[in-house]
């Protein structure tokens, strides 16, 4: 019995050196697991960035587990937790605020699985506790914003800028405002005379404008986080009996099909762009941080800016 065994097995080392026994293959066919924890639905970037990221998976083969935090973060945690029970081979999240997350972070580094951030950075002394942050440069989207009015400012005296914040805490919301202010303060002329927080979303965007519009009866600007606020914001617009895009000037950011419309039709003059399409990207990223492969701590996404007379031509080439 014990011989044959032996036999056996000695039959199974030569096939092996021979390469006429193959080796169970699982761990060569096992699909990489990717759990990763989205921000939410809150706006037309989000959904060509969650289009991006499921198709570009499928497509890579990798087998995502996908979470919409609602704009949460103690959602985002408690998915996170879930990736980490579930063992994934490498977790990812669009941090919907920058701090907070050293905690479950350290729980996912004591189980050994990588975190890459994606779109929005987060705060930390620690920065092991995650492989890379692949996104946008939103201080400097902020700038471009800044440069577009200081440029193309064509009126006189003083002017009243009203600012639209994307959620509160968070990165693009953060360094969006401070490119802008950084290079406004250049010139005394233009001030910011409110500020408010719309959420990202087409709701809140018009519901803080029609506020703005109540109390300030001289907007000359309306800086926008992103469209849809921008595209909320000319709704509280018009309904106030005003044109947006030349009673109100609209600078704004992120570049998706809605804001081209709006351009299209005169109500909006300039918005920055902001890539959502980050799928493919991640994907790779995501493959290199499981074989092992050493990466920067920031990669940046290319983006460009779109004034309301490149609008029409831009709109067909156009891919969110
Ligand atoms: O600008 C906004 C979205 O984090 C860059 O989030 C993203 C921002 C984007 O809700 O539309």
Redesign the pocket.
Known sequence: MLKSRRNLLAAIVIGLVAGTVALPSFAADKKLTFGFAQ?GA?????TANTASIKSAAKEAGIDLKFSDAQQKQENQIKAIRSFIAQKVDVIGF?PVVTTGWDTVLKEAKAAKIPVVLT??SIETKDDSLYVTTI??D?TEEGRKAGHWLLDNYKGQGDVNIVELQ?TVG???AIERQKGFLEVIKADPRFKVIRSQTGD?TRAKGKEVMEAFLKAEPNINVLFS????MAIGAIQAIEAAGKKPGKDIIIVS??GVKGAFEAMMAGKMNVTVE?NPLLGAQLMDIVKQVKAGKPLPKRINTKEGIFPMESAAKEFPSRKY
């Open positions: 921000v809150e706006s037309e970037w989000r669009a779109d929005r996104g946008s939103f994307g968070s990165a693009p990202f986080h992103n469209d849809d950011v992120d902001c």
